[in-house]
T-cell receptor, first 122, second 118 residues
Framework: ETGVTQSPTHLIKTRGQQVTLRCSSQSGHNTVSWYQQALGQGPQFIFQYYREEENGRGNFPPRFSGLQFPNYSSELNVNALELDDSALYLC?????????????????????FGPGTRLTVL | AQSVTQLDSQVPVFEEAPVELRCNYSSSVSVYLFWYVQYPNQGLQLLLKYLSGSTLVKGINGFEAEFNKSQTSFHLRKPSVHISDTAEYFCAVRLALSFYNQGGKLIFGQGTELSVKP
C-alpha cells in the first residue's frame, strides 16, 4: 500500500510568482485536505476536496485554489505569492464512507499526512 | 468556533523520566481529539485519538492521553521517555459531525517541542 506522497519536496519562488504543489493520495482514499504550517506554528486548514469538489475551506484568500483529479490526486495552486506564504504545505488523504454520511450519523476517517512541500518565497 | 491551546511551547526532560504535554480545547459542540507527532523535516503521524467511550486512550510508542470533558483537556503522557521521542507534538480537534462542517478540518494547537536529554 502506497502512502501519501507530495512533490516537490522543496521549492523556492519569488514574490508575485505562481506555484503548484502536488499530492498523491493513499490507495483507496477519495478525500484530500491541504494544510499550511508556518515556521513554529501548528498546521492551518486550507481546504478539502472530496470526489473532485471542494468540500470545506479555511480562512485563506481566493489566490489559494485547488483541484482534485479522477484518480483522487490533488493540486494546490497559489497565485501572486507573498513572503508570508513561506511555509510547509501538508496534504492529507482519507476515505469517506458515503453510506454512513447519508444516514446522518457521525463518521470518522483518519487523515494520513504526506511529508510536505517546503515553499520559500523570496 | 473551536480552538486548541497547548500550554507549553517547549518541554525539556531527561531520558527515562515521565512527561506530560498539556492541551486544552474550546468547543460548544462535540469534538474528536487527537495527538500528532512531527519529527524534523517530516509530516504528521497520528499518535492517538479520542472519538468516544473510555476517556483513557492508548497510542503508539507508549503514549497515552486522558480526555477530561469538565476541564476540556486532553493531556498526553508517557511514563518513561526515550531520546527518540524528541519531536514536535501537536494536539488537534475536529468536529464530530464533520462532513457537514467544513469538510472535517483539523484544528491544531501551536505545538510543544519535546526535547529528551541523555
Amino acid at each position: 500500500e502506497t502512502g501519501v506522497t507530495q512533490s516537490p519536496t522543496h521549492l523556492i519562488k519569488t514574490r508575485g510568482q505562481q506555484v503548484t504543489l502536488r499530492c498523491s493520495s493513499q490507495s483507496g482514499h477519495n478525500t484530500v485536505s491541504w494544510y499550511q504550517q508556518a515556521l513554529g506554528q501548528g498546521p492551518q486548514f486550507i481546504f478539502q476536496y472530496y470526489r473532485e469538489e471542494e468540500n470545506g475551506r479555511g480562512n485563506f484568500p481566493p489566490r489559494f485554489s485547488g483541484l482534485q483529479f479522477p484518480n483522487y490526486s490533488s493540486e494546490l495552486n497559489v497565485n501572486a505569492l507573498e513572503l508570508d506564504d513561506s511555509a510547509l504545505y501538508l496534504c492529507a488523504s482519507s476515505s469517506r464512507d458515503r453510506e454512513n454520511l447519508l444516514a446522518g450519523g457521525n463518521s470518522y476517517n483518519e487523515q494520513f499526512f504526506g511529508p510536505g512541500t517546503r515553499l520559500t518565497v523570496l | 468556533a473551536q480552538s486548541v491551546t497547548q500550554l507549553d511551547s517547549q518541554v525539556p526532560v531527561f531520558e527515562e523520566a515521565p512527561v506530560e504535554l498539556r492541551c486544552n480545547y474550546s468547543s460548544s459542540v462535540s469534538v474528536y481529539l487527537f495527538w500528532y507527532v512531527q519529527y524534523p523535516n517530516q509530516g504528521l503521524q497520528l499518535l492517538l485519538k479520542y472519538l468516544s467511550g473510555s476517556t483513557l486512550v492508548k497510542g503508539i510508542n507508549g503514549f497515552e492521553a486522558e480526555f477530561n470533558k469538565s476541564q476540556t483537556s486532553f493531556h498526553l503522557r508517557k511514563p518513561s521517555v526515550h531520546i527518540s521521542d524528541t519531536a514536535e507534538y501537536f494536539c488537534a480537534v475536529r468536529l464530530a459531525l464533520s462532513f457537514y462542517n467544513q469538510g472535517g478540518k483539523l484544528i491544531f494547537g501551536q505545538g510543544t517541542e519535546l526535547s529528551v536529554k541523555p
